[in-house]
């Protein structure tokens, strides 16, 4: 399987920016980067997702490393409504059984300081 | 809200009972995903359907079952319950059947608690 590698925990300050980072080196040519958040007691939320070129929404920013083996999630204002657990998924062919669905890791969870 | 509707919000059952958890996707959605999470696995794949067919099988107990309707609501059902299956169970929807390219949008669960 295409893993990702993300910190455990990171920590910000309310309207300062946040740039989580997410490690995939064996990524493959055809595999998207999505973007997903969670916050507490509440489902998975898209966030965000992209293949090459650095993608930009409301929510948030992807970076992506030109040679695709890193991606940074940029959220340009963190409020407090932002602490979450934030996980980087690759989406592509034959992963758990089928392109479809998502493999969830255990993401890096956002603390934002008042 | 990502249009997603999950029921009930909340269930409280005993050892061995069977429950039903029901999903409405999205409308123009043809695709439902489930998940489980409990504290200890995180978020575990179920299974898929796409247009009323079964289309990928994660990590699904045989004492849990799910189907999908003509009217593309989704029900997963689980029986001969053990104390070890409480945990929060999500439904998400996409547009096909699986398009890398399109993101899946997640209802927010239902809370399972075995007794």
């Known amino acids: 399987d295409a893993k990702t590698t993300q910190p455990n925990s990171m920590e910000s300050n309310e309207e300062e920016p946040v740039h989580l980072p997410c490690n995939h080196s064996t990524i493959s040519g055809t595999d998207y980067i999505h973007w997903y958040r969670q916050l507490p007691s509440q489902g998975p939320e898209y966030v965000i997702h992209g293949l090459t070129s650095n993608v930009n929404n409301r929510m948030a920013s992807l970076a992506i490393a030109e040679d695709r083996k890193s991606s940074t999630l940029i959220l340009h204002r963190a409020t407090l409504r932002d602490a979450a657990v934030y996980y980087c998924?690759?989406?592509?062919?034959?992963?758990?059984?089928?392109?479809?669905?998502?493999?969830f890791g255990k993401g890096t969870k956002l603390s934002v300081k008042p | 809200d990502s249009g997603v509707t999950q029921t009930p919000k909340h269930l409280i059952t005993a050892t061995g009972q069977r429950v039903t958890l029901r999903c409405s996707p999205r409308s123009g959605d043809l695709s439902v995903y489930w998940y489980q999470q409990s504290l200890d696995q995180g978020l575990q794949f179920l299974i898929q359907y796409y247009n009323g067919e079964e289309r990928a099988k994660g990590n699904i107990l045989e004492r849990f079952s799910a189907q999908q309707f003509p009217d593309l609501h989704s029900e997963l059902n689980l029986s001969s319950l053990e104390l070890g299956d409480s945990a929060l169970y999500f439904c998400?929807?996409?547009?096909?059947?699986?398009?890398?390219?399109?993101?899946?949008?997640f209802g927010n669960g239902t809370r399972l608690t075995v007794t």
């Open positions: 998400a929807s996409s547009v096909g059947p699986g398009d890398k390219n399109s993101p899946l949008h």
């Open positions: 998924i690759l989406r592509g062919t034959n992963y758990g059984g089928s392109q479809g669905n998502l493999i």
